[in-house]
């Protein structure tokens, strides 16, 4: 048994189930129980915004020297991906594994200090013991995460160990975090489209692509749950592409009624060397035009201060893409935090709509950001609108466009070009109305 990975050679993956194939043939036959435990931890968000590899790899170096510590020299730690360790405790009853997690928990939360800087780490454990939670080893792996998950939802610096029944939730996040990398390899990726209704138009102008999953078990699962999943994997990069991809070929098809679609982008993939010219080959390929293409960057105020992010959207922005700035109301951006930044839209996040719109006092809030918006150009989104009333009230407040389920949800791309028609009926209708 060895305290820590040694063998870089073997991928994680492989020496993972090698040592819990061994460990597990040696408990079997000296007749003793083992601990498989799931360990994430949690950094701090400053670090995981600022993309500091060198010291993000010394910081994992000290927390592995600290786990390390916390047991002995026949258990097994092995790193998993950037967040994720497994270890195994050998020869352990319940009580005493409970104490050990207890003891790693506490070591890892102790702060560190690197180049002067402090950091405070947390963590969480799930724990599944051999034999009595599950004898193969790909089972009691499963468990431990799904107790992690359960450790998760109890708060930072816990854990949990399983007593014979999995929890649903957790079961299901095990689930979709372990197919997913083989989701768009087996073709159970698909897009949708949330049509944007533009009040000055009284028409559809354009619709927000979204991804979907249809597992085979779970049916269809948001991006909300899977998305994360897709950046551990380092998967985000070939979703961009498929989806942008993907997008051109749909509406490449339709040739009577021009839109603009937006499409999410991350400044993972705004920085690769080869984007532009990526994105240019793939409208070339559907003879799309750029201009229909609305990218969507999220809100990020030290991100887009960097120069290099900057001179990447204009360079965009020359080539003839649109811009908007997604989530805006989520964090702390300022319009002096943006105004130099070559974008066409904000678009106000779904959850500070809806606070505001709970607000009897959102008009205060609201009228001084589109007026400010509208000075400098820019056309006002107004996204998670799910009915009459919401969309009366922020229509007459002078938004652009409104998004939302009172339009219509998100639907394949035939079905939404059969509505446009309904769809623009219905609003226009309320519209006179209000």
Known sequence: ????????????VELLND???????????????TAV???RLHFPQELLQQHDDEIETALVSNILARLNRSIRNIDTVIKINRTDFAFLIVDITEHDCKLICERIISSISDTYTIDFRHFSISSNIGICMFPYGAEEPEELLVIAKAQMYVAEARGENQFSLYIGELDQMASRKVLIENDFPYALKRGQLHVQFQPQYSLEKKAIEGAEALIRWNHPSLGEVSPAEFISYAEEAGMSNQLFFWVFEEVCRQIASEKNRIMKYSINLSVNQLLLDSFLQDVKE???LYSVAAKQITLEITENIEIYSVKTVNERLNVLKEAGFTIALDDFGNGYFSFSDFIKLPIDYIKLDRNFVFSLWKNKKHKGVVLPIINMAHNLGLQVIIEGIEDQTQFVEWAQLGCDIIQGYFISKPIYFETMMASIAEIEEKAGAVRNQG
């Open 37 to 39: 435990c799931y360990l």
């Open 19 to 33: 040592r819990l194939q061994l460990t597990l043939a040696f408990s079997k036959r000296y007749k003793m129980s």
């Open 1 to 12: 048994m060895s305290r820590m990975d040694n063998e870089p050679e073997l991928p994680k």
């Open 282 to 284: 793939i409208l070339r």
